[in-house]
């Protein structure tokens, strides 16, 4: 069991300057935890408590206190009987605190963070799927789609990195299980609220960059986004970044400043070159001098050449970490990712990817891939965008359809408390080219229906945005829906139905 005593929290705190106001009589308190939260609604008895998040309520605490809380922390003042501790930084504190409480499980995993725009969630399944293969599933993975600690048993997250309390708390989990390495997607708002404050990665690989979560809510600026996204450099011992990226001038001099170690990939320079087969599922890595022996030819399970450029790093990474060349050719092919450019056949045989491409850079690569796929068909695209956060998307994802769509269906994807019809009415109008037909169908299993239906044999249908997910947030409830995949398998087993 873990525990942490009320006097090595506050000591804890002063030696890192948290403290807001000193109070000595803690220091001489009985009081021990065996359990932390910052959610009012996971209170276990001995629980320090957080008090984060913007919109943390008094009636939150009130309910925490209901509950047997005796300490908690907080950087606002409440009118209390208990004990409250006031903190600088409240996230600051929570990272600190767990790294204590949970025994320092980071210390006893090697630790490889992924981040970008596009790609994250497809990168670490094919590292994860490498190393699980050549260390005897010995490797935790923590991504946007799913989470592991035991190596074998997979459940869905719900952060694309999980809050601190939560990361820690997983990672003592991995240890515990016997496990060597974390495999983990860093997001910009990890960085941007502290989830990974502290934490040191052995490898960091930067995939991509382009605006993206710009909202009042998450960035308020490309240029602060950019910027939490390039922490990952400073925290890694060293880095594998896209020469093909935006900005890779900048991402390579970031890392001559602070010294970190780099190697790149892409297809016209880097430290390895990618050359695309003319079979989509293979390609060649290359370099004259092959410094790492990886130079050789590789086939995945996914199509697309914007895969070929997550598994160079990937290829990458895995050397470094001491892994063959045999070894990668052999797993890379079994990777298998949930809602990443999962392909479905129509009998009269269309083409249907369903995919969670949600922002400018995904539905452009996977929009030009469908045409290069089948130049002679049309691509078909259904997507939407979410309510509440990322509102530079839905421009940006206007712009996509129009560089890379025939047919266009907006519809409706997790649209919280915003009108669906407002989300994919600003979609539409940023969509300028002439050439593409555009429907509005806000029931999302209609509109899928409808484009399965269009679809011609030599076309390709994408329905972006909610991959194998079956449900849809309105409000703040996640209403069920069949799912994106599964009415196409319905529809494709019995298709007498649409």
């Known amino acids: ?20 106001k000193a109070d000595e009589s803690l220091l001489d308190t009985a009081i021990a935890f065996t359990y932390l939260s910052y959610d009012s609604r996971d209170i276990k008895a001995d629980t320090l408590f957080f008090c984060k998040g913007k919109n943390f309520k008094a009636q939150h605490l009130d ?6 809380v005796e300490v908690y922390l907080s950087e606002k003042h409440y009118e209390t009987v208990k004990t409250e501790i006031l903190v600088t930084d409240i996230r600051e504190a929570m990272a600190i605190i767990a790294q204590k409480f949970y025994h320092d499980p980071q210390e006893h995993l090697i630790k490889i963070g992924i981040t970008g725009t596009k790609g994250k969630t497809t990168a670490a399944y094919f590292l994860f799927t490498i190393l699980s293969h050549s260390l005897n599933q010995s490797v935790a993975l923590f991504s946007s789609e799913e989470t592991t600690v035991d190596g074998k048993t997979m ?3 719900k952060l694309t990195t999980p809050e601190a309390l939560v990361l820690y708390r997983q990672m003592a989990q991995a240890v515990n299980n016997g496990l060597t390495h974390v495999v983990m997607e860093v997001s910009s708002q990890a960085y941007k609220t502290k989830r990974v404050f502290g934490l040191s990665f052995d490898i960091g690989i930067f995939l991509n960059i382009s605006p993206d979560h710009i909202s009042p809510i998450e960035h308020p600026t490309f240029e602060d986004y950019f910027f939490c996204k390039r922490q990952l450099i400073q925290n890694s011992k060293q880095m594998i970044l896209n020469h093909d990226s ?8 970031d890392c001559q400043k602070v010294k970190v170690p780099f190697y790149s990939y892409g297809h016209q320079l880097g430290t390895y070159q990618i ?16 410094p790492f022996l990886i130079n050789g030819d590789y086939r995945l399970a996914l199509l697309g050449a914007f895969n070929h450029e997550n598994a160079a790093a990937v290829i990458l990474a895995a050397h470094l970490l001491g892994i063959s060349r045999s070894d990668i050719q052999d797993s ?3 990777s298998q990712i949930p809602g990443r450019m999962n392909l479905l056949k129509k009998p009269n045989g269309a083409y249907i990817f369903i995919d969670y491409a949600h922002n400018y850079l995904s539905i452009k690569a996977i929009g030009d891939f469908a045409k290069q796929l089948r130049p002679k068909g049309r691509v078909i695209i259904m997507t939407g965008s979410a309510g509440g956060k990322a509102l530079s998307r839905r421009p940006d994802i206007g712009k996509a359809l129009s560089e890379c769509a025939d047919v266009v ?4 994807d997790d649209p919280a408390f915003e009108d669906p019809g407002a989300i994919t009415a600003e979609i539409h109008q940023a969509i300028t080219n002439p050439a593409v037909t555009v429907y509005e169908e806000l029931d999302r299993k209609k509109a899928v229906v ?10 390709t249908v994408i329905l972006a945005g909610k991959g194998t997910e079956q449900m849809m947030k309105v409000h703040d409830t996640e209403v069920p829906y069949e799912g994106d995949f599964q009415i196409v398998k319905r529809l494709i087993d019995k298709p007498t139905e649409h």
């Open 450 to 459: 409808q484009a399965f239906s269009m679809a011609k044999k030599e076309d």
């Open 275 to 290: 050359k695309d087969a003319t079979e989509p599922h293979s390609f060649a890595l290359y370099n004259p001098a092959d």
């Open 155 to 157: 459940t869905p997250s």
């Open 63 to 68: 309910s925490v206190i209901d509950q047997g």
């Open 332 to 334: 890379l092919p079994k």
């Open 246 to 253: 935006n900005y890779y001038e900048i991402l390579a001099d």
């Open 1 to 20: 069991m873990y525990s942490l005593t009320l006097t090595e929290v506050y000591q804890l705190l002063d030696q890192h300057h948290l403290l807001k």
């Open 409 to 412: 269906f907006l519809t409706s």
